[in-house]
């Protein structure tokens, strides 16, 4: 071995132990910065919790007003017992998320929605469900929404100016299954909602009764006047409604309305009997 030779390996040897001295330095000091982060997060995370103690405490963020929006069928009462929002409670500290869950429980509320008003003010807004009919059940008068599914039972200081149903006091209703409603409940409801649109003959305003016999056919009352109008079961609901439109037009028109005392749809195919004399006995159902 020459000189220059080994010259070139110690010289190699002592690159290699600088090299390795400075990654492990490199190492400590990475190790070093590591462990002060983490404490320094540590630290920052439990001042930040202790600081959000603090606020979730504080009198700033006390709640002076709830202002609730939306509501019709329930009090601002109840919307207020169910949030469990008072004068304690902190504006930062409330669950949202909890009391929207709580609110829509309750069988009325369909969505709510809740605002932060900061720094002391909340602001909660409810979507009822909408009824458009009651229906008459053994335990008494319960709402209807537009699937002929039950709201809630009828209480008299709420709103009852609605369609009457009956004929299915002894149905039991399954919550959710629009599908296995009965299928003159479900015409029923088409024809509500055909109604609903405000028709100037026959609007939902006018229909005092609907009542469904055994057999499934439907008789309906007006509230103008209460005589029975045999709507049978078989055919389109629509075609019924609209032909029922059209015989009311033209007893309005020809003033012959005050004089009828009950229509047939179920008199012959494709005929309609408007009875103008008073039968000896008139029957619902």
Known sequence: MNIH??????????????????????QSTLLKNTFILIALLLCTAF??????????HSDFFQVTALKIEG??????????ALSGIDIH????????SEIK???????????????RDWPNRLLITVKEKKPVALISKDTGLFYLDNKGMIIAAAAPSQELDFP????????????GAANQ???????????????????????????????????????????????????GKDGDISTRYYRLVKVLRDLYKSKEFAEVFYIRFDYQKD???????????????
């Open 5 to 26: 030779h080994a010259s070139s390996i110690k010289m190699r040897s002592v690159k290699k132990r600088r090299w390795e001295q400075f990654i492990t330095r490199l």
């Open 181 to 231: 409603l009965p299928d003159s409940l479900q015409q029923v409801m088409s024809l509500l909602k055909l109604a609903d649109r405000n028709n100037t003959i026959l609007p939902e305003q006018n229909i005092s009764e609907i009542n469904i016999s055994k057999s499934g056919e439907l008789v309906l009352y007006l509230l103008e006047r209460a005589f029975p109008i045999y709507l």
């Open 71 to 80: 509501n019709r069928m329930t009090s601002k009462e109840q919307i207020a």
């Open 164 to 175: 009457v149903i009956t004929g299915l006091e002894t149905f039991s209703f399954n919550p």
């Open 101 to 115: 869950s709580f609110l829509e429980s309750h069988p009325w509320i369909a969505r709510v929605e809740i605002i």
């Open 47 to 56: 001042l930040a919790r202790e600081a959000y103690n603090r606020l979730c």
């Open 271 to 285: 005929s309609i009997l408007v009875g103008k004399e008073k039968p000896d006995s008139l029957h619902r159902g």
């Open 89 to 96: 409670s902190n504006l930062l500290a409330i669950n949202v």
